[in-house]
Every structure is written in structure tokens, then in C-alpha cells.
């Protein structure tokens, strides 16, 4: 009883066994009737290794308490250290089963369905008595022909992905798994998830870094004959680079207003583990904000500041990249009461403003203190030479910071174009493979058709060939039977 058996070495897989099951059902009878608890552990073994039509008999002849309590040791296995080996060597067991088919376990009680899955998926939800879920979809579940993650359910392969990832992992769900370890959680609205532009498949940020499938790329918005970089996801099934930047900031920019400061800082850790090793300027910004952010709400500074901060730098991304400006230009700049130049249109607006408020009062004071001989030796020009140099600077760099971000604009939306070419593209090809499929079924359904009505012509044919035999044959009878009629009139 305590040995555990494979379907093919159990007894009552064979016809001659059928004397020993006939005892061991009247021996467990007789011991679920007095001590139910000393037969809990020997039955489960049964439930993973015997054939699925005897286990089915024993558990209906069992009590509610005596089933409960093969759950409890089930669930027990499944979430004890100490029966890890058990508990693999179960599921081995259930891996090499070749019995347990859709219909097989359509005929089984529902607590061994329930065991089943559990043991082999290593989820102890589906022991809950309170399950939501049908022992149709269980099995479906047990034979990889459904989600096994019960928010999901989705059929497999879903949207009859034929990727490498879905085609070679059994049971795998690009819908709710990790391209890579294939767990799922509940986690959504976060960046501890990253995504694929193009096929929609999902991976754990953690799996992402840690298999380097998350790294830096040649970014597909890059100005033509540069080399520049961003942090982009690989993903596993499709090998498309996604643009990690602009996926932070949907994140942030859809989610981040019902965050606690436990969850952003959380989501910061990701921002600042995502962009660790990046090594454009956007990239090294993001990180540098995030751990400034992580130690001001380390130090219970207000969440709001916070949130506002980095909403701030992902809005204003496209602002940063105007950094292409010379530097050395912006040194030059005068910087007389009013600081740096702002990165922002509406900041440089009211700065703009100032400086136009300031030169203008300037140079009507100049222009006051001037006596009528323009010739004077002693009134110094050069001073207002170079404010309105000064301001010529400000408006071309202000020229360039708009033109800028024009062609930013213009190489996201080229690479957004090839984006939705593939997308396009793919969708094409798996339309023209569902219309050949169903092609085909429609000319086998002709074929059958077509079977089917010369069957009943040849059926026809025979029957008027053996009718035709059989008249010729009567005919003949009756010529030979006229003929001796004949001879006998004529001999009389």
C-alpha cells in the first residue's frame, strides 16, 4: 500500500488484478468505517498512481470528512519543505502517466480532478471548497489545453500563437506568464512587468535583468547615421526591441495617482534597476531622479512632491533631449539675475519675457543719458552690442530646441510606422493562415460529400448488376423449362 506504483506496475491496470482490488476495496471499506485518518495517506498515493476508474470507486464510498481530509494532506505536500521529495516524485509520476486522457477524466470524481491538478500544476488553490471552476475546465487544466491560472483560464496557445515560446512550453499562457520562468502573479499596473511592442507577450522585470534580456540598444528613433543607444527589452519570443523609457512613463503616467508611498517607492526601485546600465543621457537622468526620489521618501517626504517630480522628467523628456544644444552656448548666454536657461516652452516663455522686460528698459535708459552729438567719444556702445547678441543667441538656441524636438518627433513616429507595419504584417499572415485552414476543412467536407455520393452510385450499380444476374438466370430457366415442355409435346 505505501509503495508508489506507475498505472503500467499497478496490479490494477491488468485483468488478472481484479481479485486483488475486489479485497483491497472490501479491507478499505471496513477501515474507513472505524479510523478514516489511517488511510488518508495510502489512498492519496493511490489517487497519483493507480487507474483513475478505481480511485473513482474508493473516494465515492468514502465519508465528507475522510475527503476533506485528503485535500488537507494534498495541500499539505504541496506547501511543506519537508515533503518536497514526496511531492516531486508525485509529480514525476503524474508526467509519465499516458491513462489520463479528457475522457478518462470526465468519468473521475471531482476531488480527485481537483488533487490531481494541484499536485501537478503545484498550486494548492484548486483544493479550495470554494473554487469557482467546473471539473471540465480541471481537466481541460491537467492536460495543458487551458490556463492554469485561475484569474485567466484562457485557452492554449492563446490566439494560436505559434511563437517559440508558446509551441515548445506546455501549459504556457503569453497572456498572463513570464517568457521566461512561466510563473504568473496577480501583479498588474507596474513596471515589475515589461512588455513586447509587437506581440503582446510579458516577462518579469527580475527575469528580464537577470537574463540580460533587458539591456541597451540601438534606438529606433535615432537620427540617421548616428549610433545612439536606449534601454530596450529583447523580448524572448519575437526577439522585437521594445523602448523601455516610453514604458515607464504610460506606466506612470496611467497608474502613479493611486499609489501609496510603499508602492512608488517599489515602482522607483524597478525605474532605477531598469535604467542601472544605461548609457544615453535620458537613461542615466531617469536613474539618477530615481534615487534621489528613493532616499527623499526613505526620509517620509510628501508622496505628492515626489510623484510630481518625476511625472515632471517623464513629461518632459522630450525637452531633455534638446541637451544636442552646444553647451558652450548656453554658457555664453547672459545670466544676469535670471539663472539658467529652463528646459521647458512655457518656462522659456516667461523667461523670454523678462529678458525682453529687462533689455528694453536697458537700452531706453541708454538711450535717455545720450546727448544730441551722437559723436560724444564718451558714450560706451559695446555693452548693447552685446545684449542684443545675447539675445540673438537666446532665440537660435530656442530656434534648435524646437527643431529638436521636431525631428524627435518625426523619427518616433517613423519608427511607430514600422511598428504598426509589423503588427500589419503579422496580422496578414495569421489571417491568410486561418482562411487556408478553413479552406481546407471546406474541400475535405466537399471530398466526404463527394465520398459519400459515389458510394451510393457503386451501392446502386451492384444492386442493378445483381438484380440484371438474377433475372438472367430466371430467363434462362424458363427458356429451359419451355424447350423441354417442347420436346415432351412433340415426343407425345
Known amino acids: 500500500m505505501n509503495e508508489i506504483r506507475s498505472p503500467t506496475q499497478s496490479v490494477g491496470s491488468h485483468d488478472t488484478g481484479s481479485e486483488f482490488h475486489k479485497d483491497k476495496r472490501r479491507v478499505m471499506r471496513e477501515v474507513v468505517g472505524t479510523n478514516p485518518a489511517d488511510l488518508v495517506e495510502p489512498i492519496l498515493t493511490m489517487v497519483v498512481s493507480d487507474p483513475l476508474h478505481i480511485v473513482t470507486r474508493i473516494l465515492n464510498e468514502m465519508?465528507?470528512?475522510?475527503?476533506?481530509?485528503?485535500?488537507?494532506?494534498?495541500?499539505?505536500?504541496?506547501?511543506?519543505?519537508?515533503?518536497?521529495?514526496?511531492?516531486?516524485?508525485?509529480?514525476?509520476?503524474l508526467e509519465r502517466r499516458s491513462d489520463i486522457t479528457l475522457d478518462t477524466l470526465s468519468k473521475t470524481h471531482s476531488v480527485q480532478i481537483e488533487i490531481l491538478v494541484a499536485l501537478k500544476t503545484g498550486i494548492q488553490d484548486f483544493l479550495q471548497t470554494n473554487a469557482d471552476i467546473s471539473s471540465s475546465d480541471l481537466a481541460e487544466i491537467y492536460l495543458n489545453l487551458r490556463c492554469r491560472n485561475l484569474a485567466c483560464r484562457s485557452?492554449?496557445?492563446?490566439?494560436?500563437?505559434?511563437?517559440?515560446?508558446?509551441?515548445?512550453?506546455?501549459?504556457?499562457?503569453?497572456?498572463?506568464?513570464?517568457?521566461?520562468?512561466?510563473?504568473?502573479?496577480?501583479?498588474?499596473?507596474?513596471?515589475?512587468?515589461?512588455?513586447?511592442?509587437?506581440?503582446?507577450?510579458?516577462?518579469?522585470?527580475?527575469?528580464?535583468?537577470?537574463?540580460?534580456?533587458?539591456?541597451?540598444?540601438?534606438?529606433?528613433?535615432?537620427?540617421?547615421?548616428?549610433?545612439?543607444?536606449?534601454?530596450?527589452?529583447?523580448?524572448?519570443?519575437?526577439?522585437?526591441?521594445?523602448?523601455?523609457?516610453?514604458?515607464?512613463?504610460?506606466?506612470?503616467?496611467?497608474?502613479?495617482?493611486?499609489?501609496?508611498?510603499?508602492t512608488m517607492a517599489n515602482e522607483l526601485e524597478y525605474v532605477r534597476r531598469i535604467f542601472s546600465g544605461s548609457e544615453d543621457i535620458r537613461g542615466k537622468r531617469l536613474h539618477e531622479i530615481s534615487l534621489q526620489l528613493l532616499t527623499r521618501l526613505s526620509n517620509k517626504s510628501d508622496l505628492q512632491q515626489v510623484r510630481s517630480y518625476i511625472m515632471s522628467f517623464l513629461n518632459d523628456d522630450d525637452a531633455f533631449k534638446s541637451d544636442n544644444i552646444q553647451i558652450s552656448q548656453e554658457k555664453e548666454l547672459p545670466k544676469q539675475n535670471h539663472g539658467d536657461i529652463p528646459k521647458t516652452s512655457q518656462e522659456a516663455a516667461m523667461w523670454m519675457k523678462?529678458?525682453?522686460?529687462?533689455?528694453?528698459?536697458?537700452?531706453?535708459?541708454?538711450?535717455?543719458?545720450?546727448?544730441?552729438?551722437?559723436?560724444?567719444?564718451?558714450?560706451?556702445?559695446?555693452?548693447?552690442?552685446?545684449?542684443?547678441?545675447?539675445?540673438?543667441?537666446?532665440?537660435?538656441?530656442?530656434?534648435?530646441?524646437?527643431?529638436?524636438?521636431?525631428?524627435?518627433?518625426?523619427?518616433?513616429?517613423?519608427?511607430?510606422n514600422r511598428i504598426a507595419q509589423a503588427k500589419s504584417k503579422k496580422i496578414d499572415e495569421e489571417y491568410g493562415t486561418r482562411v487556408r485552414k478553413l479552406h481546407l476543412s471546406e474541400a475535405e467536407e466537399m471530398r466526404r460529400q463527394k465520398l459519400e455520393e459515389l458510394q451510393a452510385?457503386?451501392?446502386?450499380?451492384?444492386?442493378?448488376f445483381n438484380m440484371k444476374v438474377r433475372m438472367e438466370r430466371e430467363i434462362k430457366d424458363l427458356l429451359l423449362k419451355m424447350e423441354a415442355t417442347k420436346r415432351n409435346f412433340s415426343s407425345s
Open 63 to 93: 465519508s465528507p470528512p475522510s475527503i476533506a481530509s485528503l485535500k488537507d494532506l494534498a495541500r499539505d505536500v504541496i506547501l511543506n519543505p519537508g515533503k518536497r521529495r514526496q511531492f516531486s516524485t508525485f509529480r514525476k509520476i
Open 155 to 262: 485557452y492554449l496557445p492563446v490566439d494560436e500563437c505559434d511563437c517559440k515560446v508558446c509551441v515548445q512550453k506546455k501549459g504556457f499562457c503569453s497572456a498572463c506568464m513570464c517568457l521566461v520562468c512561466s510563473k504568473f502573479d496577480m501583479a498588474s499596473n507596474t513596471c515589475s512587468w515589461v512588455g513586447c511592442d509587437v506581440c503582446l507577450h510579458w516577462c518579469h522585470t527580475d527575469c528580464g535583468l537577470r537574463e540580460s534580456f533587458i539591456r541597451n540598444g540601438r534606438s529606433a528613433t535615432g537620427a540617421l547615421g548616428q549610433s545612439q543607444t536606449e534601454m530596450q527589452f529583447f523580448c524572448v519570443a519575437c526577439d522585437h526591441p521594445s523602448e523601455m523609457f516610453g514604458f515607464v512613463r504610460e506606466v506612470y503616467q496611467n497608474f502613479a495617482k493611486g499609489w501609496s508611498a510603499e
Open 354 to 416: 523678462s529678458i525682453y522686460a529687462d533689455r528694453s528698459t536697458q537700452l531706453k535708459t541708454a538711450s535717455s543719458d545720450m546727448p544730441l552729438q551722437r559723436t560724444a567719444p564718451s558714450i560706451p556702445r559695446e555693452p548693447v552690442f552685446d545684449e542684443l547678441d545675447g539675445i540673438v543667441r537666446i532665440k537660435l538656441a530656442e530656434a534648435q530646441m524646437f527643431q529638436n524636438r521636431a525631428d524627435d518627433a518625426r523619427r518616433e513616429a517613423e519608427g511607430l
Open 457 to 464: 452510385l457503386e451501392n446502386a450499380h451492384q444492386e442493378y
